[in-house]
């Protein structure tokens, strides 16, 4: 808005008309710019927990399950693996064709050459075979399966 300032009749011997503007003050308005960004922040942080995606594997059940560390390398392998012959190396996709290669690239400077495969229960053997001949080819001397214990007996 334009400031307006009342100007006084024959000010400096001139004939003026009414009103005169005089310049504006640009500011800008911060209440409702603070406002947005905070209802922005409160959406953002509810949302970021629900945009985390994981990998759903149904681990076998066992009787003899125990916790391991997380410094091993661990292989997921989804039901999935069965139309889209991709497994996850420590969270990450990897086509099973470049999978040794991948896995060579980790035992490289590793002196424990074990690897965990959590597999889905619903896997026929040759798939859980297939990954494991991978591995072998990168690499990996010792193989461990999860495992979830059974509950309830």
Same mark, same amino acid.
């Given at each position: 808005?334009?400031?307006v300032?009342?100007s =006084?009749?024959? =000010?400096?011997?001139?004939?003026?008309?009414?009103?005169?503007?005089g310049p504006?003050?640009?500011?800008?308005n911060?209440?409702?710019l603070v406002d947005?960004?905070?209802?922005?922040?409160?959406?953002f942080?509810?949302?970021?927990p629900?945009l985390?995606?994981?990998?759903e594997?149904?681990?076998?059940?066992? =009787?003899?399950?125990?916790?391991?560390?997380?410094?091993?390398?661990f292989?997921?392998v989804?039901v999935?693996f069965r139309?889209?012959l991709?497994?996850?190396l420590?969270k990450e996709?990897?086509?099973?064709s470049?999978?040794?290669?991948?896995?060579r690239q980790?035992?490289?400077?590793?002196s424990?050459?074990?690897v965990i495969?959590?597999?889905?229960?619903?896997?026929?053997?040759q798939?859980?075979?297939r990954?494991?001949?991978q591995?072998?080819? %990168? %690499? =990996?001397?010792?193989m461990?399966?999860?495992t979830?214990?059974i509950?309830?007996?």
């Amino acid at each position: 808005m334009p400031k307006v300032i009342a100007s =006084a009749p024959n =000010a400096g011997g001139r004939h003026q008309r009414g009103r005169r503007t005089g310049p504006t003050l640009a500011e800008i308005n911060v209440i409702p710019l603070v406002d947005v960004m905070l209802v922005l922040l409160i959406i953002f942080m509810v949302a970021a927990p629900m945009l985390q995606q994981g990998i759903e594997v149904s681990l076998p059940k066992a =009787a003899r399950s125990s916790t391991m560390s997380s410094e091993r390398i661990f292989v997921d392998v989804p039901v999935s693996f069965r139309d889209e012959l991709r497994v996850f190396l420590n969270k990450e996709p990897v086509g099973i064709s470049i999978l040794g290669e991948r896995i060579r690239q980790l035992m490289v400077n590793r002196s424990d050459k074990s690897v965990i495969l959590r597999m889905d229960g619903q896997l026929t053997i040759q798939h859980q075979v297939r990954v494991i001949e991978q591995l072998r080819a %990168g %690499g =990996a001397e010792q193989m461990g399966l999860a495992t979830d214990p059974i509950t309830g007996r």
